[in-house]
């Protein structure tokens, strides 16, 4: 079922004729769609925002984890989540694939976990280590960064990954994370927009 558009409304608008289970594809292709129609002269004014707000947030994450380490040369960096969202298994144009990158040219280890997605990922990592588990990911882990909102990532025992952290320093992609019983548990705990 491949549907060719030209713009966001269209998307919006001929989704419903995507069936729900296929429709991934369709909401992460717009910022794609924008990138390619581009050179056309044709303006995508609010995607064009929505894709340099994407570019902002990575910067700050990557901000935010210098504010607390310093330089990130050789540091543990753990990434929580590889999809471009929970439940799917798409890392098309994921923020994880740009940030492991990103953090690996600041000089940063990285480690990397997805329940679902890291499959799809690891060939796309370059050096990153793929964990079998979140708690992999983050033993002596420097800092974590939670990248898509899976459940499993809420319901961690945060006393436990504190005590296996090597700093617990939690930068949360999504604002997903109980910022209070984090704080409260010893982390310092940074939002993206807070």
């Known amino acids: ?24 594809g369709v909401e992460a292709s717009t910022a794609l769609q924008a990138k390619r129609i581009a050179p056309t002269g044709y303006h995508f004014q609010l995607l064009t925002a929505v894709i340099e707000v994407n570019e902002l947030q990575k910067r700050r994450t990557i ?7 310093g330089s990130l040369v050789n540091k543990e960096i753990a990434l929580l989540g590889l999809a471009f969202k929970a439940d799917t298994d798409d890392v098309r144009e994921a923020t994880s694939l740009v940030l492991a990158a990103r953090l690996q040219g600041e000089g940063a280890n990285v480690r990397v976990y997805d329940p679902v ?72 705990y940074e939002g993206i927009g807070r």
């Open 1 to 24: 079922h491949w549907l060719r558009v030209s713009g966001a409304a269209q998307v919006e608008a001929a989704s419903f004729l995507v069936p729900e289970r296929d429709r991934v």
């Open 117 to 188: 997605a890291a499959a799809n990922a690891s060939e796309l990592l370059g050096g990153a280590r793929v964990c079998a588990s979140a708690l992999e990911s983050l033993d002596g882990a420097d800092a974590a960064v939670l990248v898509t909102e899976w459940p499993e990532f809420a319901e961690l025992d945060w006393a436990e990954v504190k005590e296996r952290m090597a700093e617990p320093v939690i930068v949360d992609g999504r604002n997903f994370l109980d910022r209070e019983a984090l704080r409260a548990a010893g982390f310092t």
């Open 63 to 69: 901000g935010k984890l210098q504010k607390h380490q």
